[in-house]
């Protein structure tokens, strides 16, 4: 069968990507979000060559290829991409239908067995303390952010086999393994799993269940990050043996990781 269109490898300068946008069909909306994570890729040096680049129609009007353009425009510098000219209406409405793969992939592809727990989970260590989300954090940032604090994760995720094993729940119990007392620290996650406290101290395990209970698992984002907060009380209190009546959330971070 012979191919309906033509690949060419082009260097795509900003100019040249601007150029491009002005004369791009409006296919979908806007995500600026991901736009500034493909600039941030850029930027890094971590924008990889894939077959994935710019698609344009016989009549030279880009169909695919919007946030890479977007990405190169923000980041105010060329990318060699391919770029296919000449595909069909037909085949426009089948582009990007299929499975995403999702960071836990691309990590596997990469020799790296990490599941979807502990990229969640790394992905709120790596967001800062007092934002609900970051939606520019680069796949790149975070299976290096996954790598680089393994360990804590795993320590983390113990005892997670019977529930409250959400990674705002688990978070906090990672940050504090550098710097606190990780016999304390299992223990609260041993409270936390199993709900048998040995006395009022431990009373801060028990509160977070309740809280997490009462939140369940599909809550919004805000609901989520104030889990995450109430569990950073939850974990300073049990590490200083305090008695909670009331669970209410951290007004600030307790415990900053290594390089913050």
């Given at each position: 069968?012979?191919?309906?269109g033509?690949y060419?490898?082009?260097e ?8 491009l ?6 296919n979908r ?19 990889h060559?894939?077959h994935?680049?710019?698609?344009l129609?016989i009549?030279?009007?880009m ?6 353009c977007?990405?190169?425009?923000l980041?105010?510098?060329?990318q ?8 069909s209406?037909e ?5 990007d239908?299929h ?39 680069t ?7 996954t ?8 320590f983390?995720?113990q005892?997670?086999?019977c529930g409250?094993?959400s ?16 016999a304390?620290?299992l ?7 199993d ?22 698992r599909?809550g ?11 569990s ?5 209190a ?23």
């Amino acid at each position: 069968m012979k191919p309906p269109g033509t690949y060419s490898f082009e260097e795509i300068t900003p100019a040249k990507a601007r150029e491009l946008l002005a004369n791009a069909h409006p296919n979908r909306g806007k995500r600026e979000a991901h736009s500034r994570t493909i600039a941030k890729d850029i930027e890094m040096g971590q924008f990889h060559v894939t077959h994935q680049g710019i698609a344009l129609d016989i009549s030279g009007r880009m169909f695919d290829g919007q946030h890479r353009c977007e990405g190169i425009v923000l980041a105010d510098k060329a990318q060699w991409m391919w770029v296919y000219r000449g595909i069909s209406r037909e085949a426009i409405a089948h582009i990007d239908t299929h499975a995403r793969r999702t960071d836990a992939d691309a990590a596997r592809f990469l020799g790296h067995q990490f599941t979807t727990k502990h990229i969640a989970l790394a992905r709120r260590l790596l967001i800062p303390w007092d934002q609900v989300s970051d939606k520019t954090l680069t796949r790149t940032e975070l299976i290096n952010g996954t790598l680089k604090h393994m360990e804590a994760i795993q320590f983390a995720r113990q005892c997670s086999q019977c529930g409250y094993d959400s990674a705002n729940v688990r978070a906090p119990v990672a940050a504090a393994w550098y710097t606190r007392d990780r016999a304390r620290l299992l223990h609260f996650l041993e409270v936390l799993t199993d709900g048998v406290a040995d006395g009022a101290h431990d009373s801060a395990a028990i509160r977070l269940r309740q809280t997490a209970d009462a939140i369940g698992r599909s809550g919004n984002a805000k609901s989520r990050y104030a889990l995450f907060k109430k569990s950073t009380r939850a974990v300073a209190a049990f590490l200083n043996h305090e008695t909670l009546s009331k669970l209410y959330d951290a007004s600030s971070e307790q415990f900053p990781l290594p390089e913050r």
